[in-house]
Nanobody
C-alpha cells in the first residue's frame, strides 16, 4: 500500500487549500483513513479521520473549518481547509489503516504554510 499526498502550499490567513491523498496497491485492505499534522517542535496530532462508511471526526481546533472526505472510486481522501490560521502551519500526513494487515500506512508529508 502506498499513499501519495499533495496540495500543500503557502497561503495567507483566511485562505483555503485542499489536500489530496491517493492510495495505491492493495486498496481492499484499507479501512479508516486520516490526516495528521506536525508543526515544528510539536508532536504529530490527528486533524481529521474518516471511516470506510464515511463517519468523520475532527480535532477541536479545526471543527467548522476543515472537511475530510473520501472518494472510494478514485481511492482518494481529501482535506478541505478553509479559514486557515497561522497555527495551521505544519507538515500534513495522510494515514491509512488496515485491520486485515494490522498495520498503518503513511504517505509523505505535504507542507502547509499560513502567513498572517
Amino acid at each position: 500500500v502506498q499513499l501519495q499526498a499533495s496540495g500543500g502550499g503557502s497561503v495567507q490567513a483566511g485562505g483555503s487549500l485542499r489536500l489530496s491523498c491517493v492510495v495505491s496497491g492493495s486498496i481492499f485492505v484499507i479501512d479508516d483513513m486520516a490526516w495528521y499534522r506536525q508543526a515544528p517542535g510539536k508532536q504529530r496530532e490527528l486533524v481529521a479521520g474518516i471511516s470506510s462508511r464515511g463517519e468523520t471526526n475532527y480535532a477541536d481546533s479545526v471543527k467548522g473549518r476543515f472537511t475530510i472526505s473520501r472518494d472510494n472510486d478514485k481511492d482518494t481522501v481529501y482535506l478541505q481547509m478553509n479559514s486557515l490560521k497561522p497555527e495551521d502551519t505544519a507538515v500534513y500526513h495522510c494515514k491509512a489503516r488496515s485491520p486485515l494487515l494490522r498495520a498503518d500506512f503513511w504517505g509523505q508529508g505535504t507542507l502547509v504554510t499560513v502567513s498572517s
